[in-house]
């Protein structure tokens, strides 16, 4: 690069003053990009930012998938999340991301509202460019409105207030909490357009990180999941499936764990969903371990040998080379969910147990295939969502997949004590941060 883009507008850290605008964010001598060369690096930058979020991971806390282990620096940073004692948490405990969030909204937009102005390029690679930062727009506000809104298939919740959505670079205006369903309709307004831009089916190695075609379709399936569109997530994931269907085989010794940044499962090595703080910090529960069978490859493959208290450490998290946002096997259950929940119990057990085929020894999937080709509708919804926490875990999907689904009563005993979430509790719904709403009290609103 000739230039350092730095357009590091960074000072997204929501400083609101008297003024009452919501994003104060000053330029600090930045060069201001021309190039296709360099609105690739400026949207490199937030790539990069992104991958950093492991904010979906930490809320597993909440959930019945990990428990801070018995380390006084851990607990003081984690406790209060497993607990869910969002009113009054010890002053070291770990602050969910707000103003990252924003930040990466802004560079994305700015890269939309240049599209005309992007010089040295071709049509084609514009497109493309413009294309993964109407993905990266639309997937950032899909973490917040699942961190901080009420789920949206919860009776109510597409009219409550969420978070700001943030379509442009204006910022002289005011942003005011938008609705759940407000935002679910950008975050999909979005996908639309970035499907009509999105034309790289698949990047060399170092670029992998970068949004390709699967990668639309994969979100999209995601997307319709939550929202409990079964049609429009099957047609979606099946799309995903027609182009990359491929499964690691853990019956093989030597085979890659599938959230690999290099697993052929992976369609988009983006993210590391637990960092390897949080990571370090998480046991899998004694609970959550029982959800695996005998003989299902991977609980040891996943895991660590079991404790003398019946924990087990995760050994597919913390680092580098568990960069992972979508991958072939999420789209599996995706598929085979949808096609339960639609009665379609066939194709469902189709998919579902050609992922298990791979996942189990040969004679327990034989056993495991009996069954499930037994079972009723209800009963297979029930595996399938079983099977994407065994699948799944510790990849930061077990939170909200709680909460989209049931949000289930759950009980912890810790040191002696027991915390309850109650069925449907507020807390499946995080606060927004104390220092967003000292920065902007319009935010209780």
């Not at 964010?25 to 021309?34: F, L």
Request: aromatic fraction near 10%; include cysteine; charged fraction near 30%.
């Amino acid at each position: 690069m000739k230039k350092t883009i730095s357009l590091m507008i960074m000072a997204c850290m929501l400083l609101l003053a008297a003024c009452d605008n919501y994003l104060d964010i000053q330029p600090t001598g930045s060069v201001i990009p021309n190039s296709l060369a360099e609105y690739r690096a400026l949207l490199a930058r937030s790539y990069k930012d992104v991958s950093k979020f492991s904010d979906r991971g930490m809320a597993c806390f909440r959930s019945d998938e990990m428990q801070v282990r018995d380390n006084e620096y851990d607990q003081n940073y984690y406790m209060d999340i497993e607990r869910w004692n969002d009113l009054a948490p010890n002053a070291y405990t770990s602050s969910f991301e707000w103003a990252k969030y924003y930040n990466v909204l802004f560079i994305a937009n700015h890269v939309i509202e240049s599209r005309s102005d992007i010089k040295e390029g071709t049509e084609e690679e514009i497109n493309q460019l413009v294309g993964e930062a109407y993905m990266l727009r639309a997937y950032v506000h899909f973490l917040l409105v699942n961190l901080y809104g009420q789920p949206y298939t919860k009776e109510g919740a597409l009219d409550t207030k969420s978070v700001p959505l943030k379509l442009d670079t204006d910022l002289e205006k005011v942003l005011k909490r938008n609705t759940v369903e407000e935002v679910y309709t950008s975050i999909q307004a979005d996908i639309d357009e970035a499907r009509k831009l999105v034309m790289k089916a698949e990047w060399e190695q170092r670029y992998s990180y970068r949004f390709n075609a699967a990668s639309v379709e994969a979100f999209q399936s995601r997307v319709s999941l939550y929202k409990g569109e079964w049609q429009a997530a099957w047609d979606a994931a099946e799309a995903v499936l027609a182009v990359k269907s491929v499964l690691v085989d853990l019956n093989d010794a030597a085979a890659t764990l599938p959230n690999s940044y290099n697993s052929v499962e992976n369609i988009t090595p983006l993210e590391t969903p637990l960092s390897s703080t949080i990571n370090g910090a998480a046991l899998a529960t004694p609970v959550f371990l029982s959800l695996y069978a005998e003989n299902d490859l991977r609980l040891d493959k996943y895991f660590a040998e079991t404790d003398e208290k019946g924990f087990r450490k995760n050994k597919k998290a913390g680092s580098n080379n568990y960069l992972c946002t979508f991958r072939v096997g999420e789209i599996y259950l995706t598929a085979a969910e949808a096609a339960a929940r639609l009665g379609e119990l066939s194709q469902a057990r189709t998919r579902l147990l050609e992922l298990m085929r791979k996942r189990y020894a040969p004679e327990a999937y034989e056993a495991k295939s009996v069954v499930v080709n037994a079972m009723d509708k209800e009963a297979l919804v029930q595996e399938i969502l079983d099977e994407r926490a065994r699948e799944l875990a510790f990849e930061g999907h077990r939170w909200f997949d709680l909460r989209r689904s049931t949000r289930p009563r759950l009980e912890k005993v810790l040191d002696g004590t027991r915390y309850v979430l109650e069925e449907n509790d507020a807390r499946y719904t995080l606060a927004i941060p104390k220092e967003a709403i000292e920065a902007n009290p319009g935010l209780l609103n």
